[in-house]
Each structure stands twice: as C-alpha cells, then as structure tokens.
C-alpha cells in the first residue's frame, strides 16, 4: 500500500504478539511510503512497477526471515506505547490550531480542481488554452498555491527534530479527513519543491550535463539508492523519487531505494521494538541491493 499506515499497523502487531518477525521484514521491504504516491502519479507504470517488485520481495524476504529466526525473534515483552501516546496528544492539541483547521479547508475547496488540472497535465495539454486563459496563468496560479502549501506546512508544527522534518505529522482519529489529507500532502509537496528546486538551482548555476555527472557514477548509483532508503522518514525517499522522475538518477537506484526504504513507519517500530526495527531496516537492505544491481546489469 502507498504510504506507511499500512506499516505502521504490521509494526505495532507484531508488538502485541499478532504478527511475526518476518511480517515486520516484510512490511519494510515491500513499503515505499510517501515515495509511492509521487511515482503513482507522474509515472503510473513505473509506480505499479515498485509496488509489484515490492510485495514479491517482501513476501520473499519475510518467509526467509521467519525459517531462519522464527515468528517471535526479538519481539519485546512489553509493548511501549508511550510514544504513539504523546503523538496522538500532540495531535490532538494541534487539531484546534487554527492553520491546521484552515489547511484542511484548503484542499476541501481545491481538491476537485487539482485534480482536473492534473489530469489534463497527465495528458499533456495547456491548460491555458483550454480555459482560454491568458498564456503563463496556470504556471502562475500552481506557483501562488504552492506557497500556500508550503506556509501551512511550515506554520502547523514547530520543526526541531530530525523527525520533525523528514516524518508525516502525527494524526488522531478524531481530526477531519481533508484535515489528515491537508496534512500529507502539504507535507510530500514541500519535499517535491525542495528537491526539484535543489535540483533545477544547481543544474542552471553550475551549467552541469546529467549524462557527463552522473554517467562516471556507475555501479555506484544503486548503491546510493540502497544507502539513502536507510534513512527513516519519507523526507528522503521522496527526494529520490523526484530525482529519478527528473532524469538524475537510474532506475536501478529508484529500485534500489524502493525497497529498502521504511518510510515513516521506522519511527514506531524504533520506538515500540528498536532491536527488531534495526535488525528489519538491515535486513531490508540484502533484497534492495540484489534487486538493485541486477536491474542494473541486466538493463543499465
């Protein structure tokens, strides 16, 4: 599934004794997180890709897992919940914010029009001229919109974390749904615009040629997919994603990536079972670097 509730469910299961260590393997393999909805959306047949690759790595790895260590390898004994605890009352205290009330209000008003201007994007066509629109308005209107986003996002919650930073909001049940989505997706944006800004400065600044940079890489660019997947938070992974759907990194890298990226659900298990959080991340990392440079070699 794209996103990391799905993670997080399989996580705090295998806390309670539901699920095994190899569901927890699995669930971080096959997860790209956040990652997931930007390739779904830009490239949909690259995304269903990783999502496919995902689910049958994931299933590979964690039956393997569970032959070699059993369902109950590392699980701890008692389940602390201290953490998701003090999440959901940081939630619940930001939920009468008034940016969070007005972001989420935001998208309920922009949602349908977002999406039809995604859709004729999708299918290459000038929204100026299909509105009848003075030439350069549509790239305007999505730059003053995306200020928005980006002032939400930098106004709902104070940023002095490393979590902070690269990690979705916290959410209660209790929070409207545009409320949750707002949250999300002024979240993945502002990585995608700092990445793509980053990306864009450097390349006009320094006047670089992508195939003369990244071509002396090589066999190098898979494992830098691998390495940056290690780091917990969606943040990160989201920025390899817009690197690749910009043409500066391979898809042996975006593979590699995909599958050893945990996304944000590397928060909860470190802090619900951190042994077995550590052991999955590194376990993830044998399956991306397989699947990584064999896509390598055998299409790059």
Known sequence: LPGCGGAIVVITQYVRGNLSFGAVVAVLTATMGDAAFLLLATRPMDGFMMVGLGFVVGLISGVVVDRIHGGDFLRPKVARSKHLDSSNESEAALSEHGFINAQGRFWQWLVLPAMVMALLGSFQLDTDSVFRLPAGTSEML???????????????????????????????????????????????????????????????????ELSNVFGGWGALMPFMGVAVGLLPGCGPQILVTSLYISGAVPMSAQVGNAISNDGDALFPAIALAPKAAMMATLYSTVPALIAAYSYFFLFE
Do not use: M
């Open 142 to 208: 999505g730059a003053a919109l995306a200020v928005i986003t980006v002032t939400f996002w930098s106004l709902q919650r104070e940023v002095n974390t490393y979590e902070s930073v690269v990690g979705e909001d916290p959410k209660c049940r209790q929070s409207h749904l545009f409320q949750r989505v707002a949250q999300d997706t002024n979240f993945v944006t502002v990585w995608v615009i700092a990445a793509f800004l980053a990306f864009e400065l450097t390349i006009l600044g320094l006047d670089i």
